[in-house]
């Protein structure tokens, strides 16, 4: 399967640990992004890469939020302390873009559902 | 700034059309997307449309796009039970180094046999 893939799944945590989630882009793509859903929701944009940058975070990326994508490839989205409003399924995306004109077509992981007690 | 509407529910039975309805607001987007997502899961992307085309069929799929009226449309053919999904009308709106996706809230698609 050369999709995106994330792990876990479903992580559920009391509210004031740390979770981090896990994202592995489809391989040729440079960019990756993170987006929120929240139940009944469609997703909302948190953050993006261009490679191992981090160009672009929303308003909605608190400061208990933090990204990496240190070589590039993979890409970790940590919370601390988490919140009951952390709730959310937390979706990755990854699309190719070589400058020019192009659609940068976002393909999109299965999630991870997280549930903060 | 950017806002994506669609309507929030829609029943039909097996064999016949759907319709989903969206409306965009901002009128630079370039591309228009479509996106399934079934329960607990990501989401498919379906189809998109470049903001220069009028139609694009894709086997059971036809989008439509009135960009006078900031109204994009999903068609599908001869619906099946498997299609019973939620759909999201997505426009890709620009950032200062790269574009975002801003969804509608999706319409939830029933299709009774």
């Known amino acids: 399967d050369t999709g995106v893939s994330q792990d876990p799944r479903h992580k559920i ?3 004031g640990q740390n979770v981090t989630f896990r994202c ?3 391989s040729e793509h440079n960019r990756l992004y993170w987006y929120r859903q929240t139940l009944g929701q469609g997703p909302e944009f948190l953050t993006y890469f261009q490679n191992e940058a981090q ?7 608190s400061d208990r939020f933090s990204a990496e994508r240190p070589k590039g490839s993979f890409s970790t989205l940590e919370i601390q302390r988490t919140e009951q409003g952390d709730s959310a399924m937390y979706l990755c995306a990854s699309s190719l873009v070589w400058g020019g004109p192009s659609t940068d077509t976002q393909y999109f992981g299965p999630g991870t559902r997280l549930t903060v007690l | 700034g950017e806002d994506v509407e669609q309507s929030l529910f829609l029943s039909v039975r097996e064999g016949d059309s759907s319709v989903i309805n969206c409306t965009y ?9 479509w996106y399934k ?3 607990g899961a990501g989401l498919q992307l379906l189809t998109y449309i470049f903001s220069n085309m009028d139609m694009k069929q894709d086997q059971r799929l036809t989008v439509l796009l009135n960009k006078k009226d ?27 180094y790269g574009n975002k ?4 809230a999706g319409t939830i698609l029933r299709v009774k046999s």
């Open chain 1, 13 to 15: 945590t009391k509210r």
């Open chain 1, 24 to 26: 592995d882009p489809i």
């Open chain 2, 37 to 39: 997502q079934e329960p």
């Open chain 2, 70 to 96: 900031k109204h994009l449309s999903l068609r599908i053919a001869d619906t099946q039970t498997g299609d019973s999904a939620i759909y999201f009308c997505a426009e890709i709106a620009p950032m200062e």
């Open chain 1, 55 to 61: 160009l672009e975070k929303s308003r909605l990326l």
């Open chain 2, 101 to 104: 996706l801003v969804f509608g």
């Open chain 2, 25 to 33: 607001t901002d009128s630079s987007s370039t591309y228009l997307y």
